[in-house]
């Protein structure tokens, strides 16, 4: 591998492509009543902020929002794998009857997503789940598809893409690496 880099999403296109998702939550859910947003640690809680404040610029309201960690209901942890240190998930609200928009940064296999499902049913049975992502890069291996797409990005199973973050979290470019 040659570890190519190309830009796929610089910081302005990060921004159109959450302010876009903001408006597909809101047309889809009707507005905001009973919206919680919950991102997957750590990019996708990053990026969940962004959405909320989108939201909050176009309703003038707030979204709660909270963040899970996923690391002990991955499937893929055995001894053999490097040991993932256990983050804080916090989810200062009920999903009793919410409709929870849960966001990532990048969607491939579907096993974090589903391992982020597993996660939030601790924390009370929310009336809906809705994925929202920045990439679906496809690949899926399990039966699981984004709501609300920033971007789709074919690529092979020896590429990745990474969101890039700055210093106080916010995404200032999406790449991908050959």
């Known amino acids: 591998m040659s570890n190519e880099q190309t830009v796929l999403m610089d910081g302005a296109g990060i921004k159109r492509a959450l302010t876009r998702i903001a408006h597909e939550i809101l047309e889809k859910n009707k507005g905001v009543e009973d919206i919680v947003l919950i991102g997957i640690r750590s990019g996708g809680a ?55 928009i849960l966001v990532d940064d990048v969607l491939y296999t579907g096993r ?8 939030m049913m601790d924390f009370g049975r929310p009336k809906s789940i809705q994925l929202a992502v920045l990439i679906d890069r496809g690949h899926r291996e399990l039966p699981i598809r984004a709501d609300f797409v920033g971007r789709n990005v074919p690529t092979s199973q020896k590429e990745n893409v990474q969101v890039v973050f700055d210093s106080a979290n916010k995404p200032i470019e999406v790449l991908l690496e050959k």
Request: proline letters at 6%; charged letters at 20%; one cysteine or more.
């Open 46 to 100: 990053f990026l969940s902020d962004g959405i909320a404040e989108q939201i909050s610029n176009i309703e003038g309201g707030t979204v709660p929002v909270g963040a899970v960690d996923i690391t002990l209901y991955r499937d893929d942890c055995s001894g053999s794998l490097p040991h993932h240190p256990v983050g804080k998930t916090e989810i200062p609200f009920s999903l009793e009857a919410k409709k929870v």
């Open 112 to 119: 974090t997503i589903r391992a982020a499902m597993d996660a």
